[in-house]
Structure formats: C-alpha cells, structure tokens
Nanobody, 126 residues
Framework: QVQLVESGGGSVQTGGSLRLTCAHSSRDNYNNYCMAWFRQAPGEEREGVARISAGGGAITDYADSVKGRFTISRDDNENTLYLQMNSLKPEDTATYYC?????????????????WGRGTQVTVSS
C-alpha cells in the first residue's frame, strides 16, 4: 500500500510562512502519480488546495483562495512533494493532507484520490 507522510506543519502568525513536505513510500513509477494537497478545517469539508501533474510536465493548479501565496512542487528524485505557504492567513488554519493517484490527473474531489497521508496541522494566528 502506498503511504504518504506529511511534515512541516506548525503554528505561525498572520503573514508567516511554512513549507509542508510529503514523503511518498513507493519509488516505483513515482513520477506516474499525480499529487495534491488538501486541507480540512473543523466542521468543514475537505477542500483541494493545490495539485501537480504526474510526469515531468509539472503542471500545477491552485484553489483561488491560495493563488499567489502557495506553491506546490515535486522532487521525483526524492519522491517528495512540497507545499510552500507564504503570506499565511487565519483562514488557512486547517489540517493539511497529502494525496495521490496513480496515472491520470488529480482533481480537487477527495473521492478521486485513493492515497492519503495522516495530515499535518497548520494554525495561523492573528
């Protein structure tokens, strides 16, 4: 079973930055997995934050709420996914999850992503 492990969460003040990391357990055809970051606040549905395509194209997409502030990237040599979060706002407070799907493209529908990490907490204070 594919395992994803997130790290890098923490507590910051408004305007601060964090970089989340997601380690992928399988190095077999890792570049064939599209990857995505989701987040979920208490009482809210899980929402897509950022996604990046499989392969070397590195095509990215972001939720409107994070465009210009967050950057998703992947290092296929290290089987690692990143989310650089700048200019953080209290509204960004949530548990952040790494997700993946073999081949195809990742959508922002959680049901389309079969592999998930355990999540890492991000808290942004005013």
């Amino acid at each position: 079973q594919v395992q994803l492990v997130e790290s890098g969460g923490g507590s910051v003040q408004t305007g601060g930055s964090l970089r989340l990391t997601c380690a992928h357990s399988s190095r077999d055809n890792y570049n064939n997995y599209c990857m995505a970051w989701f987040r979920q606040a208490p009482g809210e549905e899980r929402e897509g934050v950022a996604r990046i395509s499989a392969g070397g194209g590195a095509i990215t997409d972001y939720a409107d709420s994070v465009k210009g502030r967050f950057t998703i990237s992947r290092d296929d040599n290290e089987n690692t996914l990143y989310l650089q979060m700048n200019s953080l706002k209290p509204e960004d407070t949530a548990t952040y999850y790494c997700a993946a799907r073999y081949v195809g493209t990742c959508s922002f529908d959680p049901a389309d992503l079969p592999y998930w990490g355990r999540g890492t907490q991000v808290t942004v204070s005013s």
